[in-house]
Every structure is written in structure tokens, then in C-alpha cells.
């Protein structure tokens, strides 16, 4: 979730009647003064659903449209939160920062991709009180529930990083990244300006959104320069631009088999290893690195940072979220480890596998199964294998598309299928993945993964 303005239409629809459920719980919720003279403000007004959804990304989306497709809700039983007004397809950006589209392309008010038989609530939340099951918003208005889906992704702490929100700010310091609404469109015009000199693409420590993103960026700014003339990947420096990959990791991808590959890729095509180098700081054409208890300082003519995310405040702060601040839930089945009326999928949760829209098309399916049942008063009986996917691409028209389970096991969905030549490897960069990334899955998103009948690697659904 971001703030941002409210909607027209989004006003309409949170003004709109409430629901029947409502009533039974109003009037215990109602906090206000009791019997004063004063004239309080009126908050604390009080609704409640079957089902809250704190979240309309990827996976709020996906979840509550599952659940409404079941049948088995009346309208304005499930309700989502969620304060933006647009709704982004993120996994799409990669694609911006190397110039293939516009970030607009991937872009659609958030309303217009809600049911009208879901109660949208275009808020913030302030607080989750799983004790008393109900969630307050950014208004004071209170929302009771049966059951609680926090869904609203992680946040994206631009300030972590000394100078990095002024450096991204100015238009003329060759500062970008492409992990913002509001800065992926500074990131190819950056990659066109540099004719020569040091670029340098950075990983931070820590957990992000698809930890394979950062070097994605790369390998496609690395194709456009060495196409210009400016980049040669056999002798580097006999070439304008010199090309560094700056990570806080040990390697170049969290799974053994993709990384290899990747750290093959790096080498023959002549890019600087910066291992354990965690950026902390952006002054000037100065970039600080830590490495251990060092601290080191490499100049740039350009660099494109990511930078550190975390939990959202209300997350951290609720009695929902383990040690890390994640919604803290069991592994397989999504379920609070704490309350058995919460969940929790994506971006937000504790599930210890990459953070992807593809790691949600098998989640959400498990996440509503088991909710079902749990209406039902039977235990969750479905159960998530820590399914995720990134599709790297490696340079234009080429994708290596890693997919895997927990503990970094691969688990690909073409992997051995006859091809001349053999058994198809998804370790081997294919132009058929670079059109699934860059066409089919845009188009499958909008068009069934956030309307629920999508579920990855498991086809059509629902
Ligand atoms: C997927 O379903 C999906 O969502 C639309 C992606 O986009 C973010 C993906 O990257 C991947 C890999 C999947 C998984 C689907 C197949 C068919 C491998």
C-alpha cells in the first residue's frame, strides 16, 4: 500500500451503505464518549465483514476474488483495504527500466479493479487488533472481522540509504531505480545519457521484492550499451563504460543452480563482482559501500540502486508479526502461528521463499482453501511448497526462467520438456521466457490473476 489521493469513485464506494453484517457488532465497537457534553469529534464509527483484506495488490486482489468466486459471500461480506488510488503490475518494471514499456502501460486505478461486490475501503490502516479482532483505519473508523487477511505488502525505505531520496529526487544525478512508481521512469533516460564512464547496480542487504530484479536492470542496460558501441564485454576496459554489480550477498542469486549460471554469464561478459558490498550512502558521484566492518567508496558516472524495504509499521507493531516484523504464519498452510482467524500471503508474510507475483499465484489458492475450511471448522489441509519464479532476463529477447521451492530447490514447469537438442534446461537464457515475461504475463495478470481465476504454473481456476 501507498498513500496517496483518493478516488472519485473510490469516495462513492466508501460511502455506500453498510453492510448487513454490520449491526451485530457496531455498537460493542463504538468507543466514543459516552454521554458527554462536549462535542466530540465522531470517530470510531464501526462496520464489520465475514472477511477483511488489508491489501489490494497482488495478493489482496487475487485472494478476495477467489473467495467471492466461490459463491459463497453476499455482497460487501469481504471488504479490502487499501489506501492508493493506482494499482501497479511491480514485476512489469524491470521492463521499464530497460525501455521496453511505459510505466503508464502497467498502471490502472485500483477501484476499477475491485468487484463491486467487495467493500473497498480506499484507507490506510493504523493498527491491527487481532485481540479484538478488528482493524482501525487512518480515519479512526474501526472494521470488525471473522476472519483477517494482511496482504499489504512491504514498504520501500527509501532513507536507509544516506543521500539516496535527494539523489533520486534530482533530475540531473544519474540516480535511479526501478523499484518506484514515482522513479522507474528515471531509470532507462539515465542508461541512454551515460556514454562513458562507471556504472554501478546495486543489491541490498536484507529482504526485497525479487531478489533477481537488480541484476534484470543490468544485463539489459549492459545489451543497450554494448549495441551503442559503448560496452565491450570480451575487453571491458578498451570500452567506454565499465560495468559494476555492487551486492550485499555472497553471490549472484539466492539458488545454487540459476546462480551459477548467472555468475557465468557475469564473468564472460566482463562485469565487476562486488560481493558483500552493501550500499549506504549516495553523496555526490560517491557511492559508500559497507563490506563487514569497512567502509568503502567507489566513484560513478551512474547508478542504479535498490533500495532496502521492510514491514509496514502497523505490521511490525501488532501482536500478528514475528521478530522481523513479517505477519508471522505456518509455512504450508498461511496461517497466524498466533490467531487462527488471521493470514497472511506475499510480500507482508514470514512464508521464507522470494517475494513475486508468481510466488502469490500458488499461495493464494492454498490461503483460500484452507480459510474455506476453516468457515467450515475443519483444519487447513492445503498446503504451499514455497513455489516462486524469477523470470531473469539476461538481455534483450532472452529470459533464464528460474522457478523454485523452499530451501532453493528448483521446480520448473517446462524443465525436461523434448527440445532439439535434448531435454529443455530452464538454466539456458530462451527467447520463448522472454516473451511469456514480457507479453503473456502483463496480460494474464490484469486480465486473470487479479480477477482470481489465475493460478500460475497451475493454469486457468475457479
Ligand atoms: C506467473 O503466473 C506470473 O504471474 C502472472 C508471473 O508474473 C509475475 C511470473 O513471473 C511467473 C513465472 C508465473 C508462473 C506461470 C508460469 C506459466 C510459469
Known amino acids: ?53 488489508v491489501g489490494g495488490g497482488a495478493a489482496g486482489l487475487s485472494i478476495s476474488h477467489q473467495l467471492l468466486r466461490t459463491g459463497k459471500f453476499s455482497p460487501e461480506e469481504i471488504a479490502v483495504i487499501d489506501p492508493a488510488q493506482y494499482h501497479h503490475y511491480q514485476p512489469g518494471w524491470t521492463l521499464v527500466g530497460g525501455g521496453l514499456k511505459d510505466a503508464l502501460s502497467l498502471r490502472r486505478d485500483e477501484a476499477s479493479l475491485i468487484d463491486p461486490k467487495l467493500k473497498f475501503y480506499n484507507q490506510a490502516v493504523s493498527q491491527l487488533s487481532p485481540e479484538t479482532d478488528s482493524v482501525t483505519l487512518a480515519n479512526g473508523d474501526k472494521i470488525g472481522y471473522e476472519h483477517l487477511i494482511v496482504v499489504p505488502g ?27 512508481a514515482h522513479t522507474v521512469s ?6 541512454e545519457k551515460l556514454k562513458r564512464g562507471q556504472a554501478i547496480f546495486t543489491q541490498p542487504a536484507g529482504v526485497i521484492k525479487c531478489a533477481g530484479a537488480p541484476q534484470k536492470v543490468m544485463w539489459m542496460a549492459l545489451d543497450h550499451w554494448k549495441r551503442a ?5 570480451s575487453a571491458p576496459e578498451s570500452g567506454a563504460i565499465q560495468i559494476a554489480f555492487a551486492t550485499a550477498l555472497p553471490a549472484m542469486f539466492g539458488v545454487p543452480k540459476y546462480s551459477a549460471r548467472l555468475e557465468e554469464l557475469r564473468k564472460e561478459r566482463g562485469v565487476e563482482g562486488l560481493f558483500a558490498h552493501d550500499l549506504v550512502e549516495v553523496n555526490g558521484n560517491k557511492a559508500v559501500f559497507a563490506k563487514g566492518a569497512e567502509k568503502i567508496t567507489r566513484e560513478f558516472d ?51 521463499t522470494s ?42 529477447g532472452k529470459v533464464m526462467l528460474a522457478e523454485f521451492k523452499y530451501a532453493g530447490v528448483p521446480k520448473e514447469t517446462f524443465g525436461g520438456l523434448p527440445v ?30 487479479v480477477k482470481g481465476t489465475w493460478a500460475g504454473p497451475n493454469g486457468w481456476k475457479f
Not at 356 to 383: D, M
Not at 429 to 445: E, G, M, N, Q, T
Open 1 to 53: 500500500m501507498s498513500s496517496s489521493l483518493i478516488t472519485k469513485t473510490a469516495l462513492t464506494a466508501a460511502t455506500r451503505a453498510a453492510p448487513r453484517a454490520a449491526a451485530a457488532l457496531a455498537v460493542p465497537l463504538l468507543r466514543r464518549g459516552f454521554a458527554s457534553v462536549s462535542a466530540a469529534p465522531v470517530t470510531g464509527t464501526s462496520r464489520s465483514h465475514r472477511i477483511v483484506v
Open 154 to 180: 512491504i514498504e520501500i525505505t527509501y532513507d536507509k540509504i544516506k543521500g539516496l531520496p535527494e539523489a533520486l529526487a534530482d533530475p540531473s544525478a544519474p540516480v535511479s531505480t526501478i523499484y518506484g
Open 186 to 191: 528515471k531509470v532507462f533516460p539515465t542508461i
Open 229 to 233: 558501441g559503448l560496452y565491450n564485454p
Open 302 to 352: 551512474l547508478l542504479h540502486v535498490v533500495p532496502k524495504m521492510g514491514p509496514y509499521s502497523f505490521v511490525k507493531n501488532s501482536a500478528v508479526a514475528d521478530a522481523a516484523g513479517f505477519v508471522d504464519v505456518n509455512q504450508a498452510t498461511t496461517q497466524s502461528t498466533k490467531f487462527k482467524n488471521v493470514w497472511s500471503a506475499g510480500d507482508a508474510s514470514s512464508l521464507p
Open 355 to 396: 517475494k513475486t507475483a508468481a510466488a502469490i499465484t500458488s499461495q493464494a489458492p492454498v490461503l483460500v482453501g484452507n480459510l474455506l475450511r476453516s468457515l467450515e471448522g475443519k483444519e487447513p489441509a492445503l498446503e504451499y511448497d514455497g513455489y516462486t519464479s524469477c523470470p531473469l532476463v539476461t538481455e534483450y
Open 420 to 449: 532439439v537438442g535434448g531435454a529443455l534446461d530452464q538454466g539456458t537464457p530462451r527467447r520463448a521466457f522472454y516473451h511469456l515475461k514480457k507479453d503473456f504475463f502483463p496480460w494474464v495478470y490484469f486480465n486473470a490473476m
